[in-house]
């Protein structure tokens, strides 16, 4: 009975942990796919594939192919937390990923957990322990000191990234923190995957939107062309919006937000492996002791 306990206590740290492992690799494929297709190509597609999958799991598990049991409570909060988390925060963080890579936008990105407290805080009422704002803390420092300390040139440390990727990714973290917090407010008790299928389908009209106004509906074809654009966007939609954001809501559905975001904001540590292997960048010691400072920083968290 008391592992159980245990189990349930522990189960919205770990749904964070399982979403910031999807979310490395979503982020190594949309910076893929963003830079053969664009942004807007690539957030409209993902849409779209994360619904197809969303509505077939949904139907199988809950035997609704669509959300038709929400509150309408829970449409007015959660398609709101889609356009502000879809349409405004990952529409930059994706532009972000065209002009730097997906370890510097995600650095940006860990600023995710302070702005999420802080709204939760505003928004929700939701306190913070003492010893989650010291896991939060020594998270977010070590991923800083694993991604910032960078070499360039001989033996200096040195940020030369362009201010306009390092803006869009600011943005980007504004909105995924803000659409975090409406999603855990308009999702109530309901069910996760169904709160992430309303998300999706206001991000679905929001980009549609976007793209009409803008008059860029030959995008769609340019794409469909793309044989490497689409594979990283099938890839990114499979363990982003579908498998990522939902295991996010689950997260903040047991957890506090500040908690939840801060365990999924370990992402850049997660992407240290995979860069080595399929960019074969070299690492130094500071981003190794880094990465043992922030995963401290997460035991923390599951005290």
Partial sequence: M???LISSGMYGELAALATA???TITALAFELASKKVGSLAVNLFRMVFALIFLSLF?????????????SLFSWKWLALSGLVGFVLGDYFLFKA???INSRIAMLVMTLVPPITAVSGWLLLGEVLKPIEIAGMVLTMGGISLAIVSRKQGKGKLRLSYPLKGILFALIGAIGQAIGLVLSKYGMQEYDAFASTQIRIIAGLIGFVVIIAVLGKFSLVKTTLRNKAGMRGITIGSIFGPFLGVSFSLIAVQYTTTGVASTIMAIVPILLILPSIILFKQKIGWLEIVGAFVSVGGVALLFI
């Fill in 58 to 70: 949904n139907y199988f598990n809950r035997g609704f192919l669509f959300p038709t049991d929400a």
């Fill in 97 to 99: 990923y065209q002009l």
């Fill in 21 to 23: 492992t999807f979310w």
């Fill in 2 to 4: 008391q592992l159980l």
